[in-house]
T-cell receptor, first 112, second 114 residues
C-alpha cells in the first residue's frame, strides 16, 4: 500500500542554521511528490512539487527538495532558516488519479 | 482572489447534533476533497468528488456524508456528531484528474463535539 513517512515529529533549529526535513514514501510507480507548509491556524500551502526530470526541485521561500528514487526519499532542505519558517510541514504523494496521501507532519521550531 | 472558502471556521456541537460544513471554490476546479486533521495523524481523506455529480469515500468516511451541490460547492455533513469527530476539517480542490496537480486548501474549520 502507498504510504508516506515523516520520521521526525518535532525539529528545533536555531535561526540561520540549515534545515533538512525527512520524507520517505512507498509507491509502486513513479511518484508525484509534494511538500506543503501549514502556519498556525491556516490551511496548507504548496512549497514545491516533483513530477519528473531534475531530481532537485526549487520551491518558494528558499526551500528545495531532492528526489532520490533509490532511497524512496524526498527530503526538504533550506540553507538558512528564518524565524518565520516555524510551522508544520507535510510531505505528500499523489496516489492514483485523485488521491493524495499525506505524512503525519513535522513541526519546526526556530530558536532566536 | 478567494480560492477555497469554508464555513464555519469554528463550531461547538453537542453529541448527537447534526451540522453541515460548507465549502466553495472559485478556481473552476473539477475535483474537491474533505480532509480531517488530528494531532499525530496528518491529514486523512474523508470523501472526495472527482467531478460534479460524483462522490467517493476516502480513508475515514464513517459518520459523514457529502454533497457536490454544483461545480463550485462541496458540503460535508455530520448527521449525529460524536466526540471522535472533534477535529480540524479542511476542504481542498484540484483542477482535474491528475495526481500531479497542486491541491489548494481552505483555511480550516475547527469542530469540537462535547
Amino acid at each position: 500500500a502507498q504510504s508516506v513517512t515523516q520520521p521526525d515529529i518535532h525539529i528545533t533549529v536555531s535561526e540561520g542554521a540549515s534545515l533538512e526535513l525527512r520524507c520517505n514514501y512507498s509507491y509502486g510507480a513513479t511518484p508525484y511528490l509534494f511538500w506543503y507548509v501549514q502556519s498556525p491556524g491556516q490551511g496548507l500551502q504548496l512549497l514545491l512539487k516533483y513530477f519528473s526530470g531534475d531530481t532537485l526541485v526549487q520551491g518558494i521561500k528558499g526551500f528545495e527538495a531532492e528526489f532520490k528514487r533509490s532511497q524512496s526519499s524526498f527530503n526538504l532542505r533550506k540553507p538558512s532558516v528564518h524565524w518565520s519558517d516555524a510551522a508544520e510541514y507535510f510531505c505528500a504523494v499523489g496516489s492514483g488519479t485523485y488521491k493524495y496521501i499525506f505524512g503525519t507532519g513535522t513541526r519546526l521550531k526556530v530558536l532566536a | 482572489n478567494a480560492g477555497v472558502t469554508q464555513t464555519p471556521k469554528f463550531q461547538v456541537l453537542k453529541t448527537g447534533q447534526s451540522m453541515t460544513l460548507q465549502c466553495a471554490q472559485d478556481m473552476n476546479h473539477n475535483s474537491m476533497y474533505w480532509y480531517r486533521q488530528d494531532p499525530g495523524m496528518g491529514l486523512r481523506l474523508i470523501y472526495y468528488s472527482a467531478s460534479e455529480g460524483t462522490t467517493d469515500k476516502g480513508e475515514v468516511p464513517n459518520g459523514y456524508n457529502v454533497s457536490r451541490l454544483n461545480k463550485r460547492e462541496f458540503s460535508l455533513r455530520l448527521e449525529s456528531a460524536a466526540p471522535s469527530q472533534t477535529s480540524v476539517y479542511f476542504c481542498a480542490s484540484i483542477v482535474g484528474p491528475h495526481s500531479g496537480n497542486t491541491i489548494y486548501f481552505g483555511e480550516g474549520s475547527w469542530l469540537t463535539v462535547v
